[in-house]
T-cell receptor, first 114, second 112 residues
Framework: GNSVTQMEGPVTLSEEAFLTINCTYT??????LFWYVQYPGEGLQLLLKATKADDKGSNKGFEATYRKETTSFHLEKGSVQVSDSAVYFC?????????????FGQGTTLQVKP | SQTIHQWPATLVQPVGSPLSLECTVEGTSNPNLYWYRQAAGRGLQLLFY??????ISSEVPQNLSASRPQDRQFILSSKKLLLSDSGFYLC???????????FGAGTRLSVL
């Protein structure tokens, strides 16, 4: 079945450091891929998405490229801020079945220190 | 604009007690509705989804049930809670099965 694997956290960085959170997936066909972010005390918010191979999703300085050949969707940001501290979830929606359900990774906690 | 509300935000319940978590959506009609759970140290898992009033699909067998008595209301219930029901429960909605899902703030449930 479909699955998502994220790098384990927590990830602790200093402000302005470069961020990479790895995400790989297993799925049949061409799923859609997402990154959601959960700030402390809040629900999940969509950060970015990509719906086909080689698409790059971007938002708020974050980027992720849908790599079919490596089945990856790694999240990157060139210079993190303290306000980026949150839990980041990688997710996929399968290409078939059409229930709309999302399959999530376990989440990666990012802590940015000033 | 559309908003989604979940309550309560936190809940502590004894083993064997009943559960009712409520989720409502405003500003849209006939949304798809979802219940997810995040157990400690694990990713989010879909529990139930609904494409219309009275239509509930269960993804995993468990001690929980869901109901949709109104178009924009989704309720998660249990008759007798187990310790393993502890976790973070999230409600979400979407316009359709291929659309982006929007999440509520979640309910943190501790069963003691």
């Amino acid at each position: 079945g479909n699955s998502v694997t994220q790098m384990e956290g927590p990830v602790t960085l200093s402000e302005e450091a470069f961020l990479t959170i790895n995400c790989t997936y297993t799925a049949t066909g061409y799923p859609s891929l997402f990154w959601y972010v959960q700030y402390p005390g809040e629900g999940l918010q969509l950060l970015l998405k990509a719906t086909k191979a080689d698409d790059k999703g971007s938002n708020k300085g974050f980027e992720a490229t849908y790599r079919k050949e490596t089945t990856s969707f790694h999240l990157e940001k060139g210079s993190v801020q303290v306000s980026d501290s949150a839990v980041y979830f990688c997710a996929l929606r399968g290409a078939s079945g059409n229930t709309g359900k999302l399959i999530f990774g376990q989440g990666t906690t990012l802590q940015v220190k000033p | 604009s559309q908003t989604i509300h979940q309550w309560p935000a936190t809940l502590v319940q004894p083993v064997g007690s009943p559960l009712s978590l409520e989720c409502t959506v405003e500003g849209t009609s006939n949304p798809n509705l979802y219940w997810y759970r995040q157990a400690a140290g694990r990713g989010l898992q879909l529990l139930f989804y609904s494409v219309g009033i009275g239509q509930i699909s269960s993804e995993v067998p468990q001690n929980l049930s869901a109901s949709r008595p109104q178009d924009r209301q989704f309720i998660l219930s249990s008759k007798k809670l187990l310790l393993s029901d502890s976790g973070f429960y999230l409600c979400a909605w979407s316009y359709g099965q291929g659309s982006i899902q929007y999440f509520g703030a979640g309910t943190r449930l501790s069963v003691l």
